[in-house]
């Protein structure tokens, strides 16, 4: 019996510490030597202390004798990360609960005959041990690349159940004496736990998708200051062309006055005009970058055969920074005539803007026609298409940010999206 006791104990050192290294990332391949100098080392420990202070006391000492220096040794040694090294070892731990449940579980047909209970144990150790490695272990190795508030939250429920096993099984038997308190106990600590992992988990994953968004939006606003700064170089270098060729029109029309060639020189003055026209950066309000923005998006709209009107009475945008707002309207705008295009007839095609003050409130009111009748979800225009969807998303987001107010809707073929901020 005493060797059972004795053999079982060795297997479970084996056991946990294969599995608290494998988690850490640190493979039995890669490192054979490590792996032997460390079952060395714990071995002696747990054999001095079986022997001089009996397997009662090495059972409830396993935590400060074992667990404590693995979790040490994976902090200050292997230099991981505080919550993957409570990760690993708890993580080891709870697996060996299914490992003991194999031998009770056989041992059942026995009378729970503990003799039973410890070979069935040993048995399945190594099988049971190369399972979780192949199956399980790359899996909890890849929390290093996570960051700690990820971290903390798996390492809630281990840590949870590490502390009530503890304190109901070897430090007490309450959970083998049966009782409803004890039984109640651990209904109300698994919903407990449950609770406490979903919240965490979807507080993060909530953090997570916020910071998605606002990658998005930065990238948008980055792409939009590229899109700014290449519309305004175009615009200089066209400027600086005509402002080249300026002597050669005046010669040309010099020589149609000349000759009495009036209605050459009125149609050379509108082709040079118009063509003035179609890269000039027209001048919606008093913000350059706005004016930059809308006169491109705008254009590019006209372009698709889309009849735009644009109307900004207000020059206070305090309430929101200019980068937001052209992130805003530019996604908003694209948003439009994205619909608009869907519209085989161009005169039905439409697009309005309005921006204006009231009561101390940056107001915005977007408003374009369409075709394909628009799908909402909780008061929220939705696709289903692949990739589509993040501009509204970052609309959204830039709204809440700036502690706006929004609505989306749709009536008699006129999709509106308004703004309060």
Not at 201 to 226: D, G, H, P, R, W
Not at 387 to 413: L, P, R
Request: contains cysteine.
């Amino acid at each position: 019996m005493q060797i059972l006791i004795a053999l079982n104990f060795g297997f479970v050192l084996i056991f946990g510490i294969s599995l608290a290294l494998s988690f850490s990332n640190i493979s039995f391949k890669e490192n054979p030597k490590d792996y032997f100098i460390i079952f060395f080392i714990f071995g002696i420990i747990q054999i001095n202390a079986y022997l001089f202070l009996g397997d009662v006391f090495l059972f409830k000492s396993y935590p400060l004798l074992i667990h404590l220096p693995l979790f040490l040794l994976l902090r200050y040694y292997y230099k991981n990360n505080v919550f993957i090294c409570a990760i690993s070892v708890l993580s080891a731990y709870l697996f060996c609960t299914p490992r003991k449940w194999f031998g009770t579980f056989v041992s059942y047909f026995w009378d729970y005959s503990i003799e039973i209970s410890y070979i069935v144990q040993i048995s399945v150790t190594i099988p049971l041990l190369l399972i979780i490695i192949k199956f399980v272990s790359p899996y909890v190795a890849r929390l290093r690349f996570e960051d700690d508030k990820v971290l903390k939250l798996f390492i809630s429920v281990p840590l949870l159940y590490y502390v009530i096993e503890y304190c109901l099984t070897v430090y007490t038997d309450l959970l083998y004496q049966g009782g409803a308190v004890i039984v109640e106990f651990m209904d109300a600590a698994v919903v407990i736990i449950y609770f406490i992992f979903s919240i965490i988990y979807l507080k993060t994953l909530y953090e997570k998708k916020e910071i998605e968004v606002e990658q998005t939006v930065l990238k948008i606003m980055a792409n939009q200051s590229q899109y700014e700064i290449e519309t305004l170089r175009q615009s200089q270098k066209q400027a600086a062309i005509y402002r080249h060729d300026l002597r050669h029109h005046l010669n040309y029309l010099n020589t149609c006055i000349s000759q009495n060639k009036l209605k050459d020189a009125m149609l050379y003055i509108e082709n040079t005009c118009q063509e003035i026209d179609n890269v000039k950066v027209t001048r919606y309000c008093e913000n350059e970058s706005l004016n930059l923005i809308l006169s491109a998006y705008i254009a590019k709209a006209k372009n698709a055969s889309i009849k735009c009107e644009v109307k900004i009475t207000t020059s206070d945008f305090k309430k929101i920074t200019i980068p937001d707002l052209c992130s805003l309207l530019s996604n908003a705008i694209e948003n439009a005539m994205n619909a608009c295009d869907k519209i085989t007839d161009n005169k039905e095609r439409f697009l309005k803007l309005r921006m204006y003050s009231k009561n101390n409130k940056l107001c915005i009111d977007i408003r374009n026609s369409y075709n394909t009748e628009p799908v909402f979800n909780q008061g929220l225009p939705v696709t289903d298409k692949k990739d589509h969807g993040i501009g509204t998303k970052s609309m959204i987001y830039i709204v809440e940010k700036n502690k706006g107010v929004y609505q989306f809707f749709a009536k008699d073929g006129i999709f509106t999206f308004q703004v309060i901020i």
